[in-house]
């Protein structure tokens, strides 16, 4: 490939790239959907390789580009019109959390562990389960958090406000699961498990989907049945 031949290829592939960039909009470029994601990455692969490889004449390279585009531009004008479309090509936000309590449902359509789901919350600044009122996974993959009002930031009336820090929140009970380093962690045994169990009038681990304890002894309980449960150990 000779230079005076990179160069038609090169500017080729930028104007027609960047005048495709313009008429696809921001919406690919902040990569809402996965489908976003994907086709930015795809439209750059096909830009390299048309630049690239001398064996792929230059116009079949951004016929290629060009139809590509069409069909994401065409997919975006689906999900705008038709909510059928929409539902199929961007798909839906799923609930994770709603009114205070875990949803397993949410979690497994999304294929969501509960540890993945705690690290989301922990990136947005919430160490404490039954700090959250809503947590919905959006289409992007990032998790959005309403908090409760008890626990949304404060603002100016509330500066004077200052409570004792809770420490770091430790899970003891997963899926249905003893988690012993949990315990270890907090210096209790099973005996305090079924103490707290039965105090809840819940007569096995199993029936628990998710357990955990603060330093101030704040306990947080979500059964299967999707019922949370708050209380306070001493």
Do not use: H
């Amino acid at each position: 490939m000779s230079v005076l031949e990179m160069v038609i290829r090169t500017t080729t592939g930028f104007v027609i790239l960047y005048t495709l960039c313009r008429i696809l909009n921001k919406k690919l470029i902040s990569q809402m959907t996965f489908f976003d994601y994907v086709s930015g990455i795809t439209i750059g692969s096909v830009v390299a390789s048309s630049m690239l490889m001398k064996d792929v004449p230059i116009f079949i390279g951004m016929f290629g580009l060009i139809l590509f585009c069409f069909y994401t531009f065409l997919s975006s004008i689906t999900a705008i019109k038709s909510l059928w479309g929409r539902k199929v090509l961007e798909d839906e936000p799923t609930y994770l959390i709603k009114n205070g309590q875990v949803l397993e449902d949410g979690l497994k359509k999304v294929r969501l562990t509960m540890n993945s789901l705690l690290t989301g919350l922990r990136k947005k600044g919430y160490f404490y389960v039954d700090q959250v009122e809503t947590a919905v996974l959006e289409t992007d993959g990032v998790i959005t958090v309403l908090p409760k009002p008890q626990f949304a930031p404060a603002t100016q009336q509330d500066v004077f406000n200052v409570n004792v820090s809770r420490g770091t929140a430790q899970a003891f009970i997963i899926d249905g699961q003893l988690l012993p380093n949990g315990l270890k962690a907090i210096e209790k045994d099973m005996a305090w498990v079924e103490q707290v169990l039965k105090e809840q009038n819940i007569p096995s681990i199993k029936e628990v989907f998710f357990a955990q304890v603060d330093q101030l002894g704040n306990i947080y309980i979500d059964k299967r049945m999707d019922k949370n449960i708050n209380l306070k150990y001493e």
